[in-house]
């Protein structure tokens, strides 16, 4: 995501990529409940295995990784197609609908 708004000429799709990528901080944000690492749960998800948090965050439960999932989903559903190369994260956990 980084190396398509960096690499991006165009300020007006820069904007919107900038955008987007500011949209996945908040599905991770309003998603991942405080006392989880949703640092470690995002890049475990986009399939690098990271490892597990370290107290005093607890591991997420099949519940949280599941909400998360779906929500990282809907994202590329409705965003990942604008980033040229693909994004990581959407190509590991599959996406949804995609929303034009």
Excluded: H
Excluded at 34 to 49: E, H, Y
């Amino acid at each position: 995501i980084y190396n398509a708004i960096y690499s991006e000429t165009d300020m007006t799709k820069r904007n919107a990529l900038q955008l987007a990528s500011i949209e996945l901080l908040y599905v991770w944000l309003e998603n991942v409940p405080s006392t989880i690492d949703g640092n470690k749960l995002m890049v475990n998800l986009a399939g690098v295995p990271i490892g597990p948090a370290r107290l005093p965050m607890l591991p997420p439960s099949d519940e949280d990784v599941a909400t998360l999932k779906a929500a990282v989903q809907g994202w590329c559903g409705q965003y990942a197609a604008m980033f040229d190369n693909g994004v990581a994260i959407c190509n590991a956990v599959g996406s949804a609908v995609v929303v034009e």
